[in-house]
Every structure is written in structure tokens, then in C-alpha cells.
């Protein structure tokens, strides 16, 4: 089980994060490489696969919400649930090959609630920006 995996419960083929790069109480830095064998290429779009922007959401989400397990901010027995997205922008489209750089601020964190703000880069290049609140329950609720 590689270090991602002890962080979240997310698992192939929905697990977007590769490795978390840093980690603080007031930001993550992770790292994303889309590949040809990502499943959404399929269909998204065979002749000019795309990753999907809801996949860049999810992406950011899951590396915040790495970065504060990986802190000990959120307990192994908890899982986070997207309860909003907000201010959502796509600036850049992110194709198979690109890495991508995801700059998550941690905006509020508390045992229930996790609000926070991501930056998703393929080089010095801005592709997307949103903000999201994680819901936070116990696995065994």
C-alpha cells in the first residue's frame, strides 16, 4: 500500500493524487500525472482526450484532503464527504502526459468541517481554481 493509500480511502480507478510534496496546517502541495490509461480518456474525448474538470475538483479535494490526514488534522476512522464547490474556473485544459501541481489552502478546518481553496498547475500554467467544504463523519457512522 503506497503512502496516498494510508491516507485516504480512495482507490483505483478514483484514487487522482500521487504524492503529496508538503503538507502544513496552512497548505498542501501535491503532484497528479494523468495518463492514456486514466479511464475517463475513453470517453472524454477519444479523438482529444480531456480530463474532465470535475475530475480536477475531486483531484484537489483529495489531495487537501491527504495533506491534513498526513498532518494528523483529520483521524484515521474519518471519511470526508464534498458537501459544496464554489468558484470554480477552468483556465487550461489538461491533457494525457500532463503533471499536475495542486496548491490546496487549508481556509478552515475543524472536526466536523473542512473548507479549503485549490490551485491545479500543469507547469507555470493556471488549468483550474475552486473552493470546496468537506463534510467530516466517522467511517462507522
Same mark, same amino acid.
Given at each position: 500500500? !503506497?503512502?496516498?493509500?494510508? $491516507?485516504?480511502?480512495?482507490?483505483? @480507478?478514483? $484514487?487522482?493524487?500521487?504524492?503529496?510534496?508538503?503538507?502544513? /496546517?496552512?497548505?498542501?502541495?501535491?503532484?497528479?500525472?494523468? =495518463?492514456?490509461?486514466?479511464?475517463?480518456?475513453?470517453?472524454?474525448? @477519444? #479523438?482529444? @482526450?480531456?480530463? @474532465?474538470?470535475?475530475? %480536477? *475538483?475531486? =483531484?484537489?479535494?483529495?489531495?487537501?484532503?491527504?495533506?491534513?490526514?498526513?498532518?494528523?488534522?483529520?483521524?484515521? !476512522?474519518? %471519511?470526508?464527504? $464534498?458537501? =459544496?464547490?464554489?468558484? &470554480?474556473?477552468?483556465?487550461?485544459? *489538461?491533457?494525457?502526459?500532463? #503533471?499536475?501541481? $495542486?496548491?490546496?489552502? !487549508?481556509?478552515? &478546518? /475543524?472536526?466536523?468541517?473542512?473548507?479549503?481553496?485549490?490551485?491545479?498547475?500543469?507547469?507555470?500554467? %493556471?488549468?483550474? #481554481?475552486?473552493?470546496?467544504?468537506?463534510? &467530516?463523519?466517522?467511517?462507522?457512522?
Amino acid at each position: 500500500m !503506497n503512502e496516498i493509500e494510508q $491516507l485516504i480511502p480512495h482507490r483505483a @480507478p478514483f $484514487l487522482f493524487v500521487d504524492r503529496i510534496e508538503s503538507a502544513d /496546517s496552512e497548505k498542501v502541495i501535491a503532484c497528479r500525472k494523468f =495518463t492514456e490509461e486514466d479511464f475517463f480518456f475513453k470517453g472524454h474525448f @477519444p #479523438e482529444y @482526450p480531456v480530463v @474532465p474538470g470535475v475530475i %480536477l *475538483v475531486e =483531484t484537489m479535494a483529495q489531495a487537501g484532503g491527504a495533506g491534513l490526514r498526513k498532518i494528523g488534522v483529520i483521524g484515521d !476512522n474519518s %471519511l470526508f464527504f $464534498l458537501g =459544496t464547490v464554489d468558484k &470554480v474556473k477552468f483556465r487550461r485544459q *489538461v491533457r494525457p502526459g500532463d #503533471e499536475v501541481r $495542486l496548491e490546496i489552502t !487549508n481556509l478552515r &478546518v /475543524s472536526p466536523r468541517m473542512i473548507k479549503q481553496a485549490g490551485r491545479a498547475f500543469v507547469g507555470d500554467e %493556471l488549468a483550474a #481554481e475552486a473552493e470546496w467544504m468537506c463534510l &467530516v463523519a466517522p467511517a462507522d457512522s
